[in-house]
């Protein structure tokens, strides 16, 4: 199994409505050979965290590969979540 985190910083001036949409148009992606995903904003628990996380776990590396390509995926990249994300970083690893 593929476990891809992605963690985000929002650019300044971003409303919790848009935020809202976002991590709710996140949950209800699917792609064929995802397993899950969560989305969620950071408690701010601890200074110096990112906003959000997205946490997708695939069955193998081909289910990420079609994941990472998927179109209805990348517009939601492009129109929901670049929109209003300043940086983002991300990693993938076996589980």
Known sequence: MIRNVVLAKLKAGVT???????????????????ISITVGRDLGLRDGNW????????????SYRTYDTDAEHNRIRREVVAPITERLERIQYEI
């Open 51 to 62: 906003d959000m996380a997205v946490v997708t776990d695939l069955e193998d590396v081909e």
């Open 16 to 34: 919790e409505d848009q935020v809202a949409a976002a991590v709710e148009t996140l949950r209800s992606m699917r792609t064929p050979g995802m």
